[in-house]
């Protein structure tokens, strides 16, 4: 059973710096597809970023491209979500998600075919 676990949110001022990590654990993490994920209060949860498990390819959501990037480090089964230049609007509980069935180069963009997810952290970004 794959286990992710999201680190890295809290409250920040409108202009800011995160860094979120996410560790997988339980499974064969450099074959893994993953992406991040965001649900802000009242509304759907939304595609934010994803990179496949070569790492050779990586995309966005065109409200944080040029200001989040994706990252991942296979030696330390972990992805990493930096966002800079942060906006109230980035306010949401953000997720990873990992999905095993995509080849070396291929990302996933829809949140119902990832096969894992974890429980989320917090961001909060004051104006």
């Known amino acids: 059973q794959v286990q992710l676990v999201e680190s890295g949110g809290e409250l920040v001022q409108a202009g800011g710096s995160l860094r979120l990590s996410c560790v997988a654990s339980?499974?064969?993490?450099?074959?893994?597809?993953m992406g991040w994920f965001r649900q802000a209060p009242g509304k759907g949860r939304e595609f934010v970023s994803a990179?496949?498990?070569?790492?050779?390819?990586?995309d966005y959501a065109d409200s944080v491209k040029g200001r989040f990037t994706i990252s991942r480090d296979n030696a330390k089964n972990t992805v990493y979500l930096q966002m800079n230049s942060l906006k109230p609007e980035d306010t949401a509980i953000y997720y990873c998600?990992?999905?095993?069935?995509?080849?070396?180069?291929?990302?996933?963009?829809?949140?119902?075919?990832?096969?894992?997810w974890g429980q989320g952290t917090q961001v909060s970004v004051s104006s």
């Open positions: 990179i496949s498990w070569s790492g050779g390819t990586t």
């Open positions: 339980g499974g064969t993490f450099s074959r893994y597809a």
């Open positions: 998600a990992a999905d095993s069935k995509r080849e070396p180069n291929t990302i996933v963009i829809v949140s119902n075919l990832y096969e894992y």
